[in-house]
DNA sequence: TTTATGTAGTTGCATAAACAACTATATGCC
DNA sequence: GGCATATAGTTGTTTATGCAACTACATAAA
């Protein structure tokens, strides 16, 4: 028998990722309830763009393990609400280069508070120990796989 | 400060759920591959029914994490495809009894087998006692935001 | 220079999720 | 019984995902 074989009782909660879905219900409600009018999704990209502006498409799919084609879209919905725009790149005219725009900027220290907030919110009573290791599983799953 | 507050650079992973998406992406993959026609979405729901067959649509929501418009629209799929039939409760008239199919037990023993697979897939290289300490994490986590 | 091949991004289509508003039925209280 | 309230399920709308097919541009080899 595998080493990791689950019991079938303990599969359906690691598959599924209740865990996952809870914290992004969580930080949603978080930014409607602060008054910060993004999706997590699109929250996630800008992220990226905090870390690094300028970045092409194709970099933001591997920073945020999306598809070409759901960046493409959130990039739309992100440019409608002029929180970035597309630039197209000089030196390679395949390649459109993500900018923030001044308004997404305002939105930076709000939302990292509130991202940070509902992490705290979901560790409460898990110690730090545990959390490492949580985090070396994970991180260890998502090598395996992706 | 308190106790679990995120570096920012580990936040990302945490609140994305990118091992989520990854297990996810492979059983579905895994799911095609193997000739399994559903969407894992889909799965998720046979997989509470075969535990206990003639759940209404509100143990459904329960048991799988969802809202009731999702439980609808994934059960007027699953029965287009005639996985499962919608039985009006005698007792109480507001309540559909859901019920598998005889085609729906054609794919429980494979789908189960492949869910198991993938699970494998994701935890190589991971020990027993890690993953039972990331378990009981994602569970507090969940218990604290559910 | 032409041709083949690869890469960046977009579009079409089907499925699913989140939220609000809705219908129908049940229950509890006067 | 009649009314208020709660529960079960559905529908509409917007956003996002997954996959395949597509266009445009770049690169490298003949």
Known sequence: MPNNQFKKSELYSFITGKASIAIARRLQKNFKQAGVEITIEQWSVLYQLWKEDGMSQQQLCDATFRDKPSITRLLDNLER?????????????????????????????KSMELANQTLNEALQGVTNGQVEIAKEVLQRVYENLK
Do not use: C, F, W
């Open 81 to 109: 609400l002029k929180l970035v725009k597309r630039v197209a790149s000089k030196d390679d005219r395949r390649i459109n280069m993500i900018y923030l725009t001044p308004e997404a900027g305002e939105l930076q220290e």
